[in-house]
């Protein structure tokens, strides 16, 4: 029986937890998050597979926590790093600034080979996890600061257009500032803003 390190059985799931999604966090930053497995999270974690099992039964569940987290973080950072007075056109770089850092800090494969790997409905539900961070960008464009006739589509172009810049900035091509700087003066230019 594993010693519980914590005051109660519920503080201790909550460390463990936290363990294996920065452990999560540590090898998509070092592999991609595709390269990782279950046996390597726990391992990194420093916990056995059964341990890990018993929280998250496959690599999807794991990888839907995972996303989660880093939703959270997402939305946390872009509430408390941006001045409520802030004009919808530094509201939308930060938004960039921050899926660029995201990208860097968790790299994980494109959209179409994440959904072979996870399957339809695990990729789905990895979907539903984002969506808060797309509600943000569609209230950015709804401001009436940009030229936009569909704002769905639109929201989807401009996450395109960050996600084009997943291989540079990986790859070290690109440093964070110079992808911020392309895809803020793209994006707002193509908004009638810039």
Do not use: C
């Not at 409520?84 to 860097?104: E, K, V």
């Not at 500032?177 to 793209?186: D, Q, T």
């Amino acid at each position: 029986m594993p010693r519980i390190s914590a005051a109660t059985i519920g503080e201790h799931r909550a460390q463990t937890q936290d363990r294996i999604l920065q452990a999560v966090s540590r090898l998509s930053r070092a592999h991609g998050i595709d390269a990782i497995s279950m046996t390597d999270v726990a391992g990194e974690a420093g916990i056995t597979r059964t341990v890990l099992y018993n929280y998250y039964p496959d690599k999807a569940a794991l990888l839907l926590a995972f996303t989660e987290r880093v939703t959270q973080y997402f939305l946390d950072s872009y509430e408390r790093d941006l001045p409520a007075d802030a004009s919808p056109a530094d509201r939308l770089r930060a938004f960039i600034r921050l899926q660029l850092a995201g990208l860097l800090a968790h790299p994980h494969p494109g959209a179409a080979d994440l959904s072979a790997t996870l399957g339809p409905d695990a990729y789905q539900q990895l979907a539903e996890h984002v969506a808060p961070m797309q509600r943000v960008l569609v209230g950015i464009l709804e401001s009436g600061a940009f030229q936009v006739t569909d704002v769905e589509a639109t929201a989807r172009m401009i996450l395109a257009v960050i996600g084009a810049e997943r291989v540079p900035l990986i790859s070290g091509t690109l440093t964070p500032e110079e992808a911020e700087k392309l895809v803020s003066g793209f994006v707002l230019r193509a908004l009638g803003h810039g």
